[in-house]
T-cell receptor
Framework: NAGVTQTPKFQVLKTGQSMTLQCAQD?????MSWYRQDPGMGLRLIHY???????DQGEVPNGYNVSRSTTEDFPLRLLSAAPSQTSVYFC?????????????FGQGTRLTVV | KNEVEQSPQNLTAQEGEFITINCSYS?????LHWLQQHPGGGIVSLFM???GKKKHGRLIATINIQEKHSSLHITASHPRDSAVYIC????????FGEGTQLTVNP
């Protein structure tokens, strides 16, 4: 049972480049989400999905797109990378709609935009 | 003011010491989570609790709903406990504290 798998683990982008961070889970979780982690701040929600075909914005959605074509996959797209998007990104999944459920996190992607 | 406040931000201990990390929150919640993040690694859920106390090995988590406060205790600390410990609360979504960096020296 792999849990939540995130790729890549590290990435360096030039300003203006685009890329997709991949996230996949094999636990049949309905709820998936993307967070960014910056020094001195708690994890902040970028986008989330409550099931295939349904996505919504979190606290800091600007500059990011998501889609959810299957229950398993929830990719995060950076359309035109900016230095302000340098961060560590985490994908997470859990059962939904019950709020009192354990969240499972991926290993993180350390992204540097130069 | 953040909705979730953790203290201390940094904590250094000697192996074997009893450690306490505190979490206070200002919003209504349905559950509180304690998470562990090792350097360069992912985030792992340690506890999820909505009342009382939970214990797993040397780790104990307590919550006081009336006071909106939770504590994570580590008994007989070990260098492998060195990590960032994150408190998060479940309301309409997960809201995270900034984390507590724990270093346990041998």
């Amino acid at each position: 049972n792999a849990g939540v798998t995130q790729t890549p683990k590290f990435q360096v982008l030039k300003t203006g480049q685009s890329m997709t961070l991949q996230c996949a889970q094999d636990m049949n979780h309905e709820y998936m989400s993307w967070y960014r982690q910056d020094p001195g701040m708690g994890l902040r929600l970028i986008h989330y999905s409550v099931g295939a075909g349904i996505t919504d914005q979190g606290e800091v959605p600007n500059g990011y797109n998501v889609s959810r074509s299957t229950t398993e996959d929830f990719p995060l797209r950076l359309l035109s990378a900016a230095p302000s998007q340098t961060s560590v990104y985490f994908c997470a999944s859990s059962y939904f709609p019950t709020p009192n459920t354990e969240a499972f996190f991926g290993q993180g992607t350390r992204l540097t935009v130069v | 003011k953040n909705e979730v406040e953790q203290s201390p931000q940094n904590l250094t201990a000697q192996e074997g010491e009893f450690i306490t990390i505190n979490c206070s929150y200002s919003v209504g919640i349905s559950a509180l989570h304690w998470l562990q993040q090792h350097p360069g690694g992912g985030i792992v859920s340690l506890f999820m609790l909505s009342s009382g106390k939970k214990k797993h090995g040397r780790l104990i988590a307590t919550i006081n709903i009336q006071e909106k406060h939770s504590s994570l205790h580590i008994t007989a600390s070990h260098p492998r406990d060195s990590a960032v410990y994150i408190c998060a609360v479940s309301g309409s979504r997960l809201t995270f504290g900034e984390g507590t960096q724990l270093t346990v020296n041998p």
